[in-house]
């Protein structure tokens, strides 16, 4: 595609509930990001993947959090037992690789509502 | 530890005036310095990074590795500049996650 792809845009859950977050990365690329913004913050990292392994999970904020690339192309950030304080905008992002000087795309959000 | 202040929430500014976002920076280590803007209804995208010493839509911003700054300044704001601004870090081998300011809403005035 020709941008970062996350589904769904909106979700609204009741607390307790399970949630699944999608991230299509722009084909090609190895590096994939996952960030948290809470309303009135910036993004906050998750989680890092190159290709298919998981080789930062430093911001996760707790077990309840867990994300896959089990192919190293789409990625699922899943959320077990939803609490509000989950309530925010799931950013995905992808690079080419790494490096210095590759240049980060980010999706347009994953909006997650607790309730 | 590793921290990018971003001290406004929101600036606003006169159409032509001189736009000066602020942001000063932690890290152990040499940074790659980062301005990323969403404009509204948009995602999140690059505006300018520090290595690439580019000026993008008018928009320069310098390291100052004394200051610990990496201020955003443009000479003569326009309407459409008016979004969201973050300031950015990350290591400058592009080993290290990005680290994000909480961002400061630039609102032009017309």
């Known amino acids: 595609g020709a941008g970062v792809s996350q589904s769904p845009r909106y979700k609204v859950a009741k607390r307790g509930q399970d949630v699944a977050l999608r991230c299509d990365p722009i084909?090609?690329?190895?590096?994939l990001f996952w960030y948290q913004q809470a309303l009135g913050q910036g993004p906050e990292f998750l989680t890092y993947?190159?290709?298919?392994?998981?080789?930062?999970k430093s911001g996760l904020p707790s077990d309840r959090f867990f994300a896959e690339r089990p192919e190293g192309s789409v990625s699922t950030l899943k959320i077990q037992r939803t609490q509000q304080e989950d309530s925010a905008v799931y950013l995905c992002?992808?690079?080419?690789?790494?490096?210095?000087?590759?240049?980060?795309?980010f999706g347009e959000g994953s909006w997650l509502t607790v309730v | 530890a590793q921290r990018v202040t971003q001290p406004e929430k929101l600036l606003s500014v006169f159409k032509g005036a001189p736009v000066e976002l602020k942001c000063n920076y932690s890290?152990?280590?040499?940074?790659?310095l980062f301005w990323y803007v969403q404009y509204s209804r948009q995602r999140l995208q690059l505006l300018l990074r520090?290595?690439s010493r580019e000026s993008i839509k008018g928009f320069t911003a310098d390291l100052n590795k004394g200051e610990t700054s990496f201020h955003l300044k443009k000479p003569f704001a326009q309407e459409e500049d008016s979004a969201m601004y973050y300031c950015?870090?990350?290591?400058?081998?592009?080993?290290?996650?990005?680290?994000f300011g909480k961002g400061t809403r630039l609102h032009i005035l017309p």
């Open positions: 520090h290595i």
């Open positions: 992002a992808s690079s080419l690789d790494r490096g210095q000087g590759n240049t980060i795309y």
């Open positions: 950015a870090l990350s290591g400058i081998w592009g080993d290290d996650k990005i680290i």
């Open positions: 993947f190159q290709n298919e392994a998981q080789l930062d």
């Open positions: 084909s090609g690329h190895v590096s």
């Open positions: 890290y152990s280590g040499s940074p790659e």
